[in-house]
């Protein structure tokens, strides 16, 4: 989680525009996506501006299946299931705009799922930002049901990229052999991309972990109603956030990783005094495929700093660790922060030199001076 002083910029980003059109519809634009809502905010239109690709799918639809496992009702999910879809389609209140624009402009509705639950979703276009977020709130009361929202894209590929923990993998958007029929659902972190040559759109979230990319259809899982062995597990109130980003090239080049990323650790704004301060940051990292994914204090070490990286676009180089802590000495360490035999690293002017390999970890511990 970041925090950051926010000054006035000299020249202020693009306000977003928000408007209701002759239909019914609610577009928006920031100057990056232009976007267009039906009455039941599904998502018609979705454009990058500078570019003549853009996606009409009616996307952000959501779906309600029977769930019904033949044993572990808690863990299983059967493929028979999606024989059940029924389209969520009940509106109590239609779209709306909340936020008229300016730095942020957003519009909301409400659906009726199921016989008794509810859902409540603010979609959130941002100045500048490169993605159009769902801000999702549901009163859970099903049995037995199972939750998806879906997005259809204009983008065809025989695979999807998922992120895991520390990387990512490719899986077919086919279901031609049994293997891949039983991958009808599989798990992902904070998102998926569907890309062809050139341009494609990623699904990012921050806190859903089930997903399914089909043909041209990616799917997030949201809510399940087992009753074994809890008879009232997930029947409460949900918060959550998901957000759609098309992007030119690849996901890599569109930095997707750093805005899923953005997307689970929002920086929070502080108060500050008109006082000018000079721009200061703990931590650098030389290459955009290198991700600093923690920092810690190592426990038995006294005034040390355990910092960990990853190579996540799955490419080999090497990358300058700079920092603005007092170090005094570095060295590579393994996973229990034991550090590794050779594995001292030199103090030079640009920083800390460090060899990936593709998805390669490294954790490194740093001796801060006294």
Same mark, same amino acid.
């Given at each position: 989680?970041?925090?950051?002083?926010?000054?006035?910029?000299?020249?202020?980003?693009?306000?977003?525009?928000?408007?209701?059109?002759?239909?019914?519809?609610?577009?928006?634009?920031?100057?990056?996506?232009?976007?267009?809502?039906?009455?039941?905010?599904?998502?018609?239109?979705?454009?990058?501006?500078?570019?003549?690709?853009?996606?009409?799918?009616?996307?952000?639809?959501?779906?309600?299946?029977?769930?019904?496992?033949?044993?572990?009702?808690?863990?299983?999910?059967?493929?028979?299931?999606?024989?059940?879809?029924?389209?969520?389609?009940?509106?109590?209140?239609?779209?709306?705009?909340?936020?008229?624009?300016?730095?942020?402009?957003? #519009? %909301?509705?409400?659906?009726?799922?199921?016989?008794? !639950?509810? /859902?409540?979703?603010?979609?959130?276009? @941002? $100045? +500048?930002?490169?993605?159009?977020?769902?801000?999702?709130?549901?009163?859970?009361?099903?049995?037995?049901?199972?939750?998806?929202?879906?997005?259809?894209?204009?983008?065809?590929?025989?695979?999807?990229?998922?992120?895991?923990?520390?990387?990512?993998?490719?899986?077919?958007?086919?279901?031609?052999?049994?293997?891949?029929?039983?991958?009808?659902?599989?798990?992902?972190?904070?998102?998926?991309?569907?890309?062809?040559?050139?341009?494609?759109?990623?699904?990012?979230?921050?806190?859903?972990?089930? #997903? %399914?990319?089909?043909?041209?259809?990616?799917?997030? !899982?949201? /809510?399940?109603?087992?009753?074994?062995? @809890? $008879? +009232?597990?997930?029947?409460?109130?949900?918060?959550?956030?998901?957000?759609?980003?098309?992007?030119?090239?690849?996901?890599?080049?569109?930095?997707?990783?750093?805005?899923?990323?953005?997307?689970?650790?929002?920086?929070?704004?502080?108060?500050?005094?008109?006082?000018?301060?000079?721009?200061?940051?703990?931590?650098?990292?030389?290459?955009?495929?290198?991700?600093?994914?923690?920092?810690?204090?190592?426990?038995?070490?006294?005034?040390?700093?355990?910092?960990?990286?990853?190579?996540?676009?799955?490419?080999?180089?090497?990358?300058?660790?700079?920092?603005?802590?007092?170090?005094?000495?570095?060295?590579?360490? @393994?996973?229990?922060?034991?550090?590794?035999?050779?594995?001292?690293?030199?103090?030079?002017?640009?920083?800390?030199?460090?060899?990936?390999?593709?998805?390669?970890?490294?954790?490194?511990?740093?001796?801060?001076?006294?």
């Amino acid at each position: 989680m970041g925090y950051a002083v926010v000054r006035e910029p000299l020249l202020p980003p693009q306000p977003v525009a928000v408007r209701r059109q002759e239909d019914g519809s609610i577009a928006m634009e920031n100057g990056v996506i232009a976007v267009c809502l039906d009455m039941m905010g599904r998502l018609t239109s979705l454009q990058l501006v500078d570019s003549e690709r853009y996606d009409a799918c009616c996307a952000n639809q959501f779906a309600l299946f029977d769930d019904v496992p033949l044993y572990w009702d808690a863990w299983d999910v059967m493929d028979y299931h999606l024989e059940t879809r029924k389209p969520v389609t009940t509106l109590l209140k239609p779209l709306e705009i909340t936020l008229a624009g300016g730095l942020r402009g957003s #519009a %909301s509705f409400s659906l009726q799922i199921g016989e008794s !639950s509810t /859902l409540t979703q603010e979609i959130i276009l @941002d $100045a +500048t930002c490169p993605y159009l977020r769902f801000l999702t709130q549901v009163e859970w009361k099903e049995a037995h049901k199972f939750l998806k929202v879906e997005f259809p894209v204009q983008v065809r590929s025989t695979n999807a990229t998922y992120e895991i923990q520390f990387g990512h993998l490719q899986r077919p958007t086919h279901w031609n052999t049994s293997w891949d029929w039983a991958r009808f659902e599989v798990w992902a972190h904070k998102w998926l991309d569907l890309s062809e040559h050139g341009f494609g759109v990623a699904l990012l979230n921050d806190c859903k972990y089930g #997903a %399914s990319a089909h043909g041209n259809v990616l799917s997030l !899982s949201l /809510l399940r109603a087992p009753k074994s062995p @809890d $008879a +009232t597990a997930d029947i409460t109130h949900h918060q959550f956030t998901y957000a759609v980003m098309p992007h030119l090239g690849s996901f890599q080049d569109a930095s997707v990783i750093q805005h899923a990323y953005n997307l689970n650790f929002p920086l929070h704004a502080v108060p500050a005094s008109s006082a000018q301060c000079p721009a200061w940051s703990a931590f650098s990292v030389s290459s955009p495929a290198v991700v600093l994914e923690t920092v810690k204090q190592a426990s038995p070490w006294g005034r040390t700093v355990v910092v960990r990286l990853y190579e996540a676009h799955g490419s080999t180089l090497v990358a300058w660790l700079q920092t603005s802590l007092p170090v005094q000495e570095a060295m590579l360490c @393994d996973l229990l922060e034991r550090p590794a035999a050779q594995g001292r690293l030199p103090l030079e002017q640009r920083g800390l030199r460090l060899s990936f390999t593709p998805f390669r970890v490294l954790s490194v511990l740093l001796v801060l001076r006294q």
